[in-house]
C-alpha cells in the first residue's frame, strides 16, 4: 500500500484530496488528518468513493474540501 495523500487546488477554491489503500498502521492517523483539514478549511465536505483499486479491491476515496474566503 502507498499510504499516499494527494491535494489539489482547484479554480474554485476547492481543495481535493485523494487517498489510494492506507494500510491498516495508518488508517487512523490519516483519518485524523483528514477531519483536522476539514476543521481548518471549513465549507461542505464531498466524498467519493472511486472505483476499486485494479487487483486488491480496495475501495479507494476523494475528500473534496471547499475553503470559503
Do not use: W
Amino acid at each position: 500500500m502507498s499510504d499516499n495523500i494527494r491535494f489539489e487546488i482547484l479554480a474554485d477554491g476547492t481543495v481535493k484530496f485523494t487517498t489510494d489503500a492506507i494500510s491498516p498502521a495508518n488508517h487512523a492517523s490519516a483519518d485524523d488528518l483528514l477531519e483536522q483539514l476539514k476543521d481548518t478549511l471549513g465549507g461542505p465536505v464531498e466524498v467519493t468513493k472511486r472505483t476499486r483499486l485494479a487487483g486488491l479491491g480496495v475501495p479507494l476515496h476523494v475528500h473534496n474540501h471547499v475553503h470559503q474566503h
